[in-house]
């Protein structure tokens, strides 16, 4: 494996192989690393050939060559190592026929030799041929086993536009591009390294990792609703502790006719749960499924002050939680035909639990209005005397 040095010695030794080709082909002509640039008119006849690394891109055979890299604790695996292919531009200056004979000269020495092996990449950086900027490179930096293959690539016109086109106002010059694969590059980083194995034992056992479909219901309303049923593959049976939310106690369940029962615990807060399936024997686990957990509204609102300084006070269950997002929704009852307001009051999140919400209602329009409350996207319900009836509760009236 190659360091992160190897992408410059690719270069410098693709350099110094094109300074013996343009020895060969027009002595004296100098080889420059970089990108194209105009040149002078004093500069303009003067033989050269020009290389420019224009891009770089992950080698798609390798892409996961190092995976897995890292634990889920984050602790290295083994190096993380990265696959990648250089493409390159090699333009050619000179007067008259200079640039055509240059061309020839390179595309043939490259047919012929189409790898930059160890030993090549050697003697091409000891030859540099006058090659500025890589003096301090070494062959050491990439890896001695696995050459690098040099590939003439095809482009359209339209494409050798586009390429073109990046270089502003530098005017088109007789190129040819070339692509270099594949240099893996090693991190320096080290992996932890783990205790040999001292025996190898396997054994056969049915897989019965519970399996998740349906949650009954989805909504449940907090202090109301006090259980759930889970339905799936391998749910209905013993030994299975449930587990809400992430990083919360087993909770014991029950199998029955209809599914998994699972009680709900006291402290859910409102909002957007998960709960999974645990078979400690096992140590099998089921992957989370959602549910909704709707807050309640405890009593009858209030109004606190008078006018522009009133307030709205909601006592909630559960308690809020620290972070917790909540909004107050107010949908006025319609009276005398006139058009309802609605509203929507937020209130920012608090660092502390809370039992009660209190949320200003400067510019609410009076009247009766019924009320809801929204923590993290789940809202509390509205009850009406009858189904298919208006909504009659919980309301307050705003003076």
């Known amino acids: 494996m190659s360091s992160a040095r190897a992408i410059a010695v690719v270069t410098a030794a693709f350099a110094g192989v094109l300074s013996s080709v343009a020895s060969a082909a027009w002595p004296g002509t100098p080889v420059h690393v970089g990108r194209p640039e105009r040149r002078r008119d004093t500069e303009r006849d003067a033989p050269g050939i020009n290389l420019f690394l224009y891009q770089a891109s992950v080698d798609p055979t390798l892409r996961n060559l190092d995976l897995p890299t890292r634990r889920p604790d984050g602790?290295?695996?083994?190096?993380?190592l990265l696959g990648l292919d250089l493409h390159y531009l090699i333009t050619f200056h000179g007067p008259g026929y200079v640039p055509d004979l240059l061309l020839?000269?390179?595309?043939t020495t490259l047919h012929a030799r189409p790898i930059l092996s160890y030993d090549l990449i050697v003697e091409a950086l000891a030859n540099k041929g006058g090659v500025p900027g890589d003096t301090d490179l070494e062959a050491a930096d990439i890896d001695p086993v696995h050459g690098i293959h040099l590939s003439p690539m095809h482009f359209t016109l339209e494409e050798l536009s586009r390429l073109w086109s990046v270089f502003f106002q530098i005017p088109y010059i007789l190129s040819f591009a070339y692509e270099a694969t594949v240099i893996v590059l090693r991190s320096d980083d080290l992996a932890q390294p783990a205790l040999p194995v001292?025996?190898?034992?396997s054994a056969l056992a049915p897989a019965s990792v519970p399996r998740i479909e349906q949650v009954i219901p989805r909504s449940v309303e907090a202090g109301t609703d006090r259980q759930i049923v889970l339905r799936g593959q391998n749910v209905a049976r013993g030994g299975l502790g449930a587990r809400f939310n992430e990083g919360s106690d087993l909770t014991r369940t029950t199998p029955s006719e209809e599914g998994l029962i699972v009680p709900l615990p006291a402290d859910l807060p409102a909002g957007v749960a998960t709960v999974s399936l645990v078979d400690q024997a096992a140590g099998l686990t089921s992957s989370a499924s959602s549910f909704i957990v709707r807050p309640r509204i405890v009593g009858s609102p209030a109004i606190t002050g008078n006018g522009s300084a009133g307030r709205l006070r909601i006592q909630i269950a559960p308690p809020l939680g620290a972070?917790?997002?909540?909004?107050?929704l107010l949908n006025q009852v319609a009276e005398d035909g006139a058009a309802p307001a609605s509203y929507t009051i937020e209130r920012s999140a608090s660092d502390a639990a809370a039992e009660f919400v209190e949320v200003p209602l400067q510019g609410v329009r009076p009247g009766r209005y019924l009320v809801r409350i929204e923590v993290?996207?789940?809202?509390?319900r509205l009850y009406a005397p009858e189904t298919g009836q208006p909504f009659d509760r919980p309301t307050v009236n705003i003076p």
């Open 75 to 80: 602790t290295l695996i083994q190096r993380p």
């Open 104 to 107: 020839g000269q390179t595309i």
């Open 198 to 201: 001292t025996a190898a034992r």
């Open 323 to 328: 972070g917790q997002q909540v909004a107050v």
């Open 376 to 380: 993290d996207q789940a809202s509390s």
